[in-house]
């Protein structure tokens, strides 16, 4: 565990536009808060309901230019009133490695550290090279470690905090569901993209959804905004409950049975609060993207993708456990 201490500097940081690194951040972020850091998140809007527990101060990244660089002088101005050295020393941290981000950060006078990609090290203070074939939350903790002048190893679980109104939340959503605690499959079987123009979705989901009804499991489906159509027609046989907020999608995730997923989001949302989670994979690469935690199973036997039996099979033994 890492010994906390009270913050007294600011510190800019820039969050990826995805849930699943952001999740996969938070061993840095804590880590960057533990040495004294008060940490200014900018991100995504969803950011905000996503670490609703942690507490942080989430600035909502507007999308122009001009807003952009607008927002962080006048975040630069609130924090060079709070430490008075804070222009002097390196004060942003990036986690995108975009060029974009370093853009912003360099018009609002900033001195910014993070990977460099495709030119962006021209526009920070301090570049970092990154390693190839390594997990994407080692990404972001040697980039904390870095900054820091410390070397640590990364915790063995994210734990992503889960607060009591959003359990409470949770739990009131699966009453009007007739579901129960531990008692239901949630699954999360959109991911948008692919990895070397190959679909990242396992085709065998829809297939694998109707054995779990046909043998009496309960099934559950979250979907996002543009997911809902899909999961009407795709999963009929699952219950539906859209539109909720990431923080509540996190309660969701850990009072279920057991987690089944693709190379998604909220698979490693799943993993952060500590939910079992089975992770069925065809291209991605484990070894950079598979959910962290002791209680995640991945499932991969590229070039084929694992049989719906296979999957049944696992979710029977996990359940049993």
């Not at 910014?112 to 903790?141: C, F, I, K, V």
């Not at 969701?252 to 994979?281: E, W």
Request: glycine share 10%.
């Amino acid at each position: 565990m890492i010994e906390a201490r009270s913050p007294s500097r600011p510190l800019i940081v820039r969050l990826r536009n995805f849930v699943g690194d952001t999740v996969l951040s938070l061993p840095a972020l804590r880590l960057l808060q533990s040495h004294g850091y008060q940490l200014e998140l900018v991100g995504k809007g969803w950011a905000r309901a996503l670490l609703e527990a942690e507490g942080w101060p989430i600035h909502v990244r507007p999308a122009p230019l001009r807003q952009r660089v607008s927002q962080l002088r006048e975040l630069r101005q609130r924090c060079r009133a709070q430490d008075a050295g804070f222009d002097a020393r390196l004060n942003t941290l990036l986690l995108p490695w975009s060029f974009s981000a370093a853009l912003d950060a360099r018009l609002a006078g900033l001195r910014a550290m993070g990977y460099g990609y495709e030119g962006n090290g021209l526009l920070l203070s301090r570049t970092l090279r990154r390693e190839p074939g390594r997990h994407a939350l080692q990404d972001y903790w040697t980039l904390a470690c870095e900054f820091l002048g410390v070397q640590l190893p990364p915790p063995a679980a994210i734990e992503l905090p889960v607060s009591d109104a959003q359990r409470a939340a949770a739990r009131e959503l699966l009453a009007g569901l007739g579901l129960s605690a531990g008692r239901y499959v949630l699954i999360c079987p959109f991911a948008s993209g692919k990895v070397e123009f190959i679909d990242r979705s396992w085709p065998a989901f829809p297939d694998f959804v109707r054995r779990l009804k046909a043998a009496g499991v309960p099934v559950l489906i979250v979907p996002g905004p543009t997911e809902v159509e899909g999961a009407r027609e795709l999963y009929p046989d699952a219950l539906a409950l859209p539109g909720v907020a990431l923080g509540v999608y996190n309660a969701l995730l850990q009072l279920a049975g057991v987690v089944v997923s693709n190379d998604t989001g909220p698979a490693h949302m799943a993993a952060g609060v500590g939910a079992r989670v089975l992770s069925v994979l065809g291209p991605t690469r484990p070894e950079h993207w598979a959910p962290w935690g002791p209680g995640v199973q991945v499932l991969r036997c590229w070039p084929e993708w694992p049989s719906a039996d296979e999957v049944l099979a696992r979710v029977e033994q996990t359940l049993a456990g």
